[in-house]
């Protein structure tokens, strides 16, 4: 179940973090290696990988030099894992049908058919989740299964499985690695003791000692993903030192992290990457946060079409309230939540992922255990029964299509018409006096072909299974479901996440004319600030589970990154707008 | 290019109605031609497996409520078995005969399956994700359960107890004298000397299985089936999971009780004890084979699939037999039943018609 409600795919506002996340690092100056005439050490060229069809890295272009450290940023999805694993000739890009453009090492063109080329190629990879045995000392996972070994009696009689490990060498070539990184790691110290930096430099020593043991000649490229996550600022700090310690020895670094400020600070050159292209490459000198920030987010909604409006809060009811709201949705924790939503009009919900943005329509509706008031048309709404948010006439469009929004093994017809039909008793002949009831495939049928031609949905039939159609498409199936049980308020959650720019702007469009048309009220949580601004007439920013301001949606998008990072300015005024 | 349009739609049409469903056909039909080469009645055959057929369909057929709300195949079988037992013990303590005492069976069978599916499907819903495995052991346990309580039970009809000690009852009853083929020979079509069409039980199960279609047809039916392919969605969209899945056990349970009183009509004996031990497993093939899924299921599945596996099951041990003039027929059939359930179970592809 946990699997639901780890998002990604909305890291562009945890990147906002590094917002404030103010480093103190001394910028150490380097020693220039980067000798022009060189061929550089990496090159990729044009490099293009779709999946079914799915273009997620088109045209990418970068090279590297010896020392060099490049920073790596982008979204979650921007392509940036991608990219590496093509690097690596990791499985999991072959069994999806290749990647087009070349790969030069050294200014030969390699393919890796499989990790091992690539790690004896000698390219190391440091992973953000830690593959380490916890009782084993640093020694022992740095060397594990590459350990220098000693032969013995028994290894003549029975063969080289009965060698035995060389303890005095490993500790050996254990400690140079660590050495090389000039960090305090204890190399017999055992990994379920140390500190969680100390973890992440036994995974680059464990690289590093690779040019120790015969298998590479020796290491040139290290790509560290995300290794600064988990860590504290001073460990950090080393972290980083370490890196120009590398660097200066001639080995080129790819450092992907969402910690802005360290990118600035220890990198030669930034790439930006957005949607599979790079938008930006450059050297890292005079780049301000702010910047990297745009390049990075600065997505282009096409929401040209879409145009500001100006709601007339005067007279208008309120519709929904909410009061101390709490909900215990896992990562996505409601403190306190207290909002009113007015009739008619789109109010968005921001805010960074796993500050509770989420939780709020989900604890509303009784998926997640819940607690406070939820008093819609001034009606209390008794919290934890999804049947009572949706008798009072309420909707939710789920950020959880696969596992929540959808019958993936139903078609499109029921998928559509079931929630109506079971609440509100629609399509359905009464035959006994309401005793049978009995589904009407044709009004099924009809209304579903109606929601098809409205909604743009690309299907071969209605007859079709859901889960055979694409992201986009599946989410317009989960509107039409909404929209089938005819609400007066919709909650609607990630309602673009994971589908491309196109079906986006239709998806938008629909939901602001359902709005205009049915006069129903919208409440849109989205992770993405400029696809709120471009729909919703108010939005409002959780943090920490609280709703920390409400801001029109016309006000300028850095006032919004303020409140997210949790800076007021006067402009806010706690509500009413 | 018009030989490959045609290679392709064979290939679909061969794929839609599913590879082992189409193997196991070609399977019956060999045996069927076979058999009169090698001295087989072809008439006894057939008649035998559509005795067999209508014998086993109900409680094939009682797989799928189960299958529709998501719990999976009813290896608790034998619960809803254990009920219909004791509906027809207690017909026939009352000394009801006739059409009645098979009446009297299924009504007193009815609250035992009520109330039996009902604390089996609150278990069920504690267990979700594991239902099979906790379901198999309901089955076993219930059935070991029972062999006390035939001992036990104060049955007093002196066709049904232990003729020395005059109490208990005994491991297998005749049926004869109470509703021994009341479905059977209700308008049954004798076409040759061999072949007889038991169009009585035919129609039992006909009206059940209409019944069943049809529930799957409306409101609540439609909840079921939408429970068994996502809870969550179901749950959201305000649907009491929980009960859903109990009315889908309990209905299971019911089909059950009410196949093995089809069952021991046709075949003449109640069998107690460990009678309904193996019986699910039986029926789950059956409805594999049919091209049944673990979470989709339909009519058409439960009639292919009993017939194919009955088919097999009748016409195997007798060909077989025939063919190599020594009598291996309950060897042969135990091959054959458990070598089908072992195939079903490991290629289960679902057929899409």
Wanted: glycine share 10%; hydrophobic share 45%.
């Amino acid at each position: 179940m946990h699997g639901y409600f780890l998002y990604e795919g909305v890291e562009c506002l945890v990147e906002t973090v590094a917002l404030c996340n103010v480093r103190v690092t001394t910028k150490i100056e380097r020693i220039e290696y980067m000798n022009e005439k060189e061929a550089p050490l990496l090159e990729m060229r044009h490099i293009s990988k779709d999946f079914f069809g799915n273009q997620v890295l088109s045209d990418v272009n970068f090279t590297l030099k010896r020392g060099e450290i490049l920073g790596l940023v982008g979204e979650n999805g921007a392509g940036k894992s991608t990219l590496m694993k093509i690097l690596f000739g990791m499985d999991e890009i072959h069994q999806t049908g290749g990647y087009g453009g070349d790969i030069l090492l050294n200014g030969e063109k390699v393919a890796f058919a499989t990790s091992i080329e690539a790690l004896a190629a000698g390219i190391g990879m440091v992973h953000q989740e830690f593959s380490l045995l916890p009782d084993f000392s640093a020694t022992e996972n740095i060397l594990l299964n590459r350990e220098p070994l000693k032969y013995t009696v028994f290894s003549e009689l029975f063969g080289e499985r009965l060698n035995i490990l060389d303890r005095e060498k490993m500790t050996e070539i254990s400690e140079k690695a660590i050495k090389r990184l000039a960090v305090p790691l204890d190399p017999e110290m055992l990994v379920s003791q140390m500190p969680v930096g100390h973890k992440q430099f036994t995974e680059i020593a464990r690289e590093l000692s690779k040019e120790g043991t015969g298998l590479v000649e020796g290491i040139k490229l290290l790509v560290l993903d995300e290794p600064t996550a988990v860590l504290s600022e001073q460990e950090a700090d080393s972290l980083l030192k370490a890196m120009r310690l590398l660097a200066e020895t001639g080995i080129a670094i790819i450092f992907i992290s969402h910690r802005l400020q360290e990118i600035i600070d220890v990198c030669d050159t930034i790439m930006v990457m957005r949607d599979g292209k790079i938008m930006k490459t450059g050297p890292s000198k005079g780049v301000a946060i702010p910047d990297i920030a745009k390049w990075m987010v600065g997505r282009e909604v096409n929401t040209s079409a879409i145009v500001h409006r100006v709601f007339d809060y005067e007279n208008k009811d309120i519709i929904l309230a909410l009061r101390n709201l709490w909900v215990d949705m896992p990562g996505e924790v409601v403190r306190n939540v207290n909002l009113d939503v007015y009739k008619g009009e789109i109010i968005g919900i921001g805010g960074m992922a796993g500050q509770g943005k989420l939780g709020i329509p989900n604890g509303a509706m009784g998926l997640f255990p819940a607690g406070g008031h939820v008093t819609f048309e001034g009606k209390d709404i008794p919290l934890n029964s999804p049947r009572n948010f949706l008798d009072a006439g309420m909707a939710f469009v789920s950020e959880d299509r696969r596992g929540v929004g959808l019958l993936l093994d139903e078609t499109l017809e029921w998928n559509v018409s079931f929630t109506a039909m079971q609440i509100q008793e629609k399509y359905l002949k009464q035959y006994l006096g309401g005793f049978f009831k009995w589904r009407d495939q044709k009004a099924i049928e009809e209304e579903t072909n109606g929601y098809v031609k409205q909604l743009e949905i690309r299907c071969t039939s209605t007859k079709q299974k859901a889960k055979e159609l694409s992201g986009g498409n599946q989410q317009k199936i989960c509107l039409a479901k909404a929209f089938a049980v005819a609400p007066k308020l919709l909650f609607v959650s990630e309602p673009t996440r994971g589908i491309d720019i196109g079906a986006k702007s239709l998806v938008l469009k629909a939901l602001r004319k359902y709005n205009e048309e049915q006069g129903t009220t919208i409440v849109m949580i989205s992770s993405e600030l400029e696809e709120l601004r471009a729909i919703c007439d108010r939005i409002a920013i959780v943090s920490d589970g609280k709703v920390l301001g409400i801001l029109p949606a016309t006000t300028d998008s850095a006032e919004f990154g303020l409140l997210m990072v949790g800076q007021k300015s006067e402009m806010i005024d706690g509500g009413s707008v | 290019m018009n030989t490959q349009n045609m290679i392709s739609s064979v290939k679909s049409t061969l794929k839609s109605f599913g590879l082992p469903r189409i193997i196991i056909g070609l399977f019956l039909l060999l045996l069927f031609i076979l058999a009169p080469f090698v001295g087989v009645n072809i008439g006894t055959s057939l008649s035998d497996t559509l005795n067999r057929f209508g014998m086993n369909a109900v409680m094939v057929l009682a797989m799928v409520p189960m299958i529709h709300s998501g719990c999976g195949l009813n290896f608790g079988l034998p619960l809803g078995i254990i009920a219909g037992l004791l509906g027809g013990t207690l017909s026939m303590q009352f000394n009801f005969t006739g059409p009645s005492s098979f009446m009297m069976a299924i009504l007193f069978a009815t609250p035992f399956a009520v109330i039996l599916g009902w604390g089996y499907g609150q278990l069920l819903n504690k267990v979700k994700g594991g239902e099979m495995m906790i379901a198999t052991y309901v089955g076993f346990s219930s059935v070991a359960f029972m062999c006390i309580m035939w001992l036990l039970l104060p049955y007093s009809n002196p066709t049904m107890v232990w003729g020395y000690s005059g109490s208990g009852l005994r491991t297998t009853i005749s049926t004869e004298g109470y509703y021994l083929h009341v479905l059977n020979d209700f308008f049954s079509i004798r076409l040759t000397e061999h072949l007889t069409i038991p169009t009585g039980m035919f129609l039992f199960f006909a009206v059940l299985a209409l019944i069943i279609w049809a529930f799957l047809h409306t409101k609540t039916g439609t909840a079921m089936t939408a429970v068994g392919s996502n809870p969550v969605f179901a749950r959201a969209s305000g649907i009491n999971v929980d009960k859903i899945r109990t009315l889908s056990v309990v209905m299971s349970t019911w089909l059950g009780a009410i196949g093995i009183l089809v069952y021991q009509q046709s075949f003449g004996f109640i069998q107690l004890y460990m009678g309904p031990f193996y019986m699910a497993l039986p029926a789950v093939s059956a409805i594999l084979i049919g091209g049944a899924s673990v979470n989709k299921a339909t009519i058409t599945n439960v009639i292919v699939g009993t017939f194919l596996f009955q088919g097999i099951l009748t016409m195997t041990p007798s060909v077989m037999n025939s063919m190599i003039h020594t009598d291996m027929s309950e060897v042969i059939r135990i091959v054959v039943s458990n070598g089908m359930i072992l195939y079903a179970l490991t290629r289960r592809t679902e057929a899409t018609r």
